[in-house]
């Protein structure tokens, strides 16, 4: 069975760090675009991080930049978000999906029929 599970959401302080975990069973991750999506009632599902199958390259939403950094490792077939100074903002549940596209237009354009999903996790950043 092919399954996304996405792991590491939790409540923290303004400030704070978090580091999500996105783990592949029933396929290799290794041949995958994988991202990390938001969703939040206001703002609707939005493309935080993207990374492309082998080479590094990655894609962070403007408001990330800087502290957000999206890695992969492959032998564990799993794909990390590791989120530091956390804002209220940031609150949201978490999502992460693979794709056979190219990164860039995982996180830029509209799902695609065959991309994998998970069942997300939720980010809580509060005082």
């Known amino acids: 069975q092919v399954q996304l599970v996405e792991s590491g959401g939790g409540l923290v302080q303004p400030g704070g760090s978090l580091r999500l975990s996105c783990t592949a069973s029933?396929?290799?991750?290794?041949?995958?675009?994988i991202g990390w999506f938001r969703q939040d009632p206001d703002k609707g599902r939005e493309g935080v991080s993207c990374?492309?199958?082998?080479?590094?390259?990655?894609y962070y939403r403007d408001s990330v930049k800087g502290r957000y950094t999206i890695s992969r490792d492959n032998a564990k077939n799993t794909v990390y978000l590791q989120m530091n100074n956390l804002k209220p903002e940031d609150t949201a549940v978490y999502y992460c999906?693979?794709?056979?596209?190219?990164?860039?237009?995982?996180?830029?354009?509209?799902?695609?029929?065959?991309?994998?999903w998970g069942k997300g996790t939720l980010v809580t950043v509060s005082s």
């Open positions: 999906a693979a794709t056979r596209r190219n990164y860039y237009r995982l996180c830029t354009l509209p799902p695609d029929y065959d991309d994998y």
């Open positions: 029933g396929f290799s991750l290794d041949s995958y675009a």
């Open positions: 990374i492309a199958t082998s080479n590094g390259s990655a």
